[in-house]
């Protein structure tokens, strides 16, 4: 039996792609994956043109020549450009290898529930885009997450950080993850596998507020700006 791979469709029901998927053979599948790959690559260059993510170069394109001023954001545009690319498979094929060693599902059922997630990730990047544009300025914490919450009440800023990965979003991942698993699952485990996506989800968080944790105006003032 054949069905169709339709993104908004399994968006809202999971379960019934994980049905589906051990019982029928999916179409038009590719197509989907390169319309989220496609969508996450332009947003990710309306960000960088708007300049959303450019903070810390701003103050040394300040000081160039325009020659030099056009190449570093010719640069700058095609670091980003790479970037979403790897974003993109990191959360499709990255963490579907990563969830099926630790659910033992196989890996290629993972990836069509990752596509998914990928898309609701790129979803929540273009609300926060969209308000921030609007706005005419960004901030370095969400308002879909606990960092702004955590800032009022808290002096650790890797903690705030932390907290700030923490959004609505992962939670409907969360969810959205769970539910998928679960038509995978006849071993009566659910539970287990839950605190098992939660885990994963705390250890990203983790992992990604020590990266944002660095100080990379510092380095690289230091770099371009006078040397160490």
């Not at 800032?151 to 932390?162: H, Q, R, S």
């Amino acid at each position: 039996m054949f069905f169709d791979y339709r993104f908004w469709h399994f968006l809202t029901r999971p379960y019934e792609l994980a049905s589906q998927l051990q019982t029928g053979t999916m179409r038009h599948f590719n197509r989907r994956l390169l319309i989220v790959f496609l969508a996450g690559i332009a947003l990710f260059a309306l960000r960088e043109i708007w300049g959303m993510g450019t903070e810390a170069l701003t103050s040394l394109m300040t000081t160039m020549t325009t020659t030099d001023y056009i190449i570093a954001r010719y640069a700058s545009l095609a670091g980003t450009l790479a970037w979403s690319i790897l974003y993109i498979a990191f959360h499709i094929f990255g963490v579907a290898l990563i969830l099926s060693t630790l659910t033992k599902i196989p890996y290629r059922q993972l990836v069509p529930l990752q596509v998914l997630i990928a898309g609701v990730l790129l979803m929540e990047k273009a609300i926060l885009f969209i308000v921030f544009a609007m706005k005419g300025q960004t901030v370095s914490l969400s308002f879909l997450s606990f960092g702004p919450l955590a800032v009022t009440v808290m002096d650790n800023w890797y903690l705030i950080l932390f907290m700030n990965q923490l959004t609505v979003t992962s939670a409907l991942i969360i969810t959205l993850q769970y539910r998928y698993i679960r038509g995978f699952i006849a071993d009566g485990r659910w539970k287990e596998h839950l605190w098992i996506l939660i885990a994963l989800h705390v250890a990203m968080a983790l992992i990604t507020a020590a990266v944002a944790y660095i100080p990379f105006d510092s380095l690289l003032n230091s770099l371009f700006g006078g040397g160490f």
